[in-house]
């Protein structure tokens, strides 16, 4: 693994700044920090999302071929599961955002399995905090535009309950709303995807340390090996689930927002 090796030549101990990968670019690199490896992730993750559905509907036809039925099934899940089953059938106007959410969401996790690459863009917090800026940004947008600015602040803040209740539910109101949604959604994403990064990389990095060793922890390294190929799959299931949670959130602050009650 490439953190693998560049955390073994490091010094000791390690630094916050380990955190900051280096820049890939082979001129300037002092200058070009900002291009890192995450950041060629993130664009070849956003260059084969844009050609995928481009290609899939280049050519649409009414027995659709496999690459157009595989971008209708992506399209036709998110629509009909998350978008019209948490929203409505006002959800229809949402699918499509919410479907290159989930599209973005998923394959810039699915690199963190990806043999050579093994690290996703989400596993830095700056990506997740993004995209939940994004949608925190969306569903705060589409619920003034839906009630009108007094209006939906006061759906949002104001619970129905006993008048000298609500000194004490307006600020819980506020912070669960306006503050533990963004967190939540960011914090989540980055926490599993950060999590799964770094198991596999102890059990992988764990296997060469022990092959390494004299006496009766080498064969051990075997069990090692074996625990991070069983921990990829688990990982794959985590990626996928937490592509569908952020996505199924969203739709449902989006709900939250168009709601005529609180």
């Not at 664009?43 to 050519?59: E, H, N, Q, T």
């Not at 991070?228 to 927002?257: D, K, P, R, W």
Request: charged share 10%.
């Amino acid at each position: 693994m490439v953190i693998g090796q560049t955390v073994l030549a490091a010094e000791f101990p390690p630094s916050v700044e380990d955190f900051y990968l280096p820049s890939i670019l082979p001129w300037g690199v002092e200058n070009n920090y900002w291009f890192t490896k995450i950041t060629f992730l993130i664009w070849v993750a956003v260059a084969a999302i844009i050609i995928f559905f481009l290609v899939a509907y280049r050519k649409p036809e009414l027995v659709p071929t496999k690459r157009q039925w595989i971008a209708e099934s992506i399209y036709g899940f998110v629509r009909n599961n998350v978008a019209v089953e948490m929203i409505g059938p006002r959800g229809v106007a949402f699918a499509p955002y919410l479907t290159v959410l989930f599209m973005f969401i998923i394959v810039n996790n699915f690199f963190g399995i990806v043999p050579f690459v093994q690290i996703s863009p989400n596993s830095h917090i700056a990506f997740p905090a993004i995209l939940a800026a994004i949608s925190y940004v969306m569903f705060i947008y589409v619920g003034i535009r839906h009630h009108g600015f007094v209006k939906y602040f006061k759906t949002a803040l104001v619970p129905p309950a006993p008048w000298f209740i609500l000194p004490l539910l307006v600020p819980i109101e506020f912070f669960s709303n306006f503050l533990v949604r963004p967190f939540s959604l960011a914090v989540r994403l980055f926490a599993n995807m950060f999590a799964g990064h770094m198991l596999l990389l102890v059990f992988t990095l764990g296997g060469f340390a022990m092959i390494s060793a004299n006496g009766f922890l080498a064969p051990v390294s075997i069990l090692s090996w074996a625990l991070t190929i069983a921990l990829t799959f688990l990982e794959f299931l985590v990626i996928c689930l937490q592509a569908y949670v952020f996505t199924v959130l969203t739709a449902s602050y989006v709900q939250g927002a168009l709601a005529d009650e609180h």
